[in-house]
């Protein structure tokens, strides 16, 4: 999985303001046996946090299915060194998040049994710090 992008106009961006507050995104699935893992409240992932839910849930669903991430970390989080003093300017790029708004999706899985699906999600959820749920569409 690609967790940062490639290229980016700029190296650093402005800190976000706020969270945003919820999603438009509509969910056009016709597959009989699909869940939905959602975002119940706002909030932000890194690529750490993304990675674990994913080998996570792999490993629970034995690579079986198909597992979707329509997420992508493209903001990326400055911090300076510990022992740095003040100003200076800012910090080099540490890590990379998405911002989450309440309603969006963040993983699909498709084409696996409910008994086997449910608790592979709900393991992966628990890696996650937000609230999230699970839907079977």
Not at 68 to 89: C, D, Q, V, W, Y
Not at 101 to 123: C, D
Request: glycine fraction near 8%.
């Amino acid at each position: 999985m690609l967790n940062q992008p490639k290229k980016t106009k700029y190296r650093k961006c402005f800190k976000l303001r706020n969270l945003p507050k919820t999603s438009t995104h509509a969910h056009k699935l016709g597959e009989k046996t699909c869940f939905a893992v959602i975002a119940s409240q706002p909030g932000y992932l890194n690529t750490q946090q993304i990675e674990a839910a994913r080998q996570t849930i792999r490993r629970k669903v034995k690579r079986e299915g198909k597992l979707e991430i329509p997420l992508f970390p493209n903001i990326p989080i400055t911090k300076k060194a510990s022992a740095a003093r003040m100003g200076k300017g800012k910090g080099k790029v540490d890590h990379w998040v998405v911002s989450l708004a309440a309603g969006r999706t963040v993983f699909l899985l498709y084409g696996i049994e409910p008994k086997q699906g449910l608790p592979a999600l709900r393991s992966g959820v628990n890696k996650l710090p937000i609230k999230l749920k699970i839907y079977q569409l």
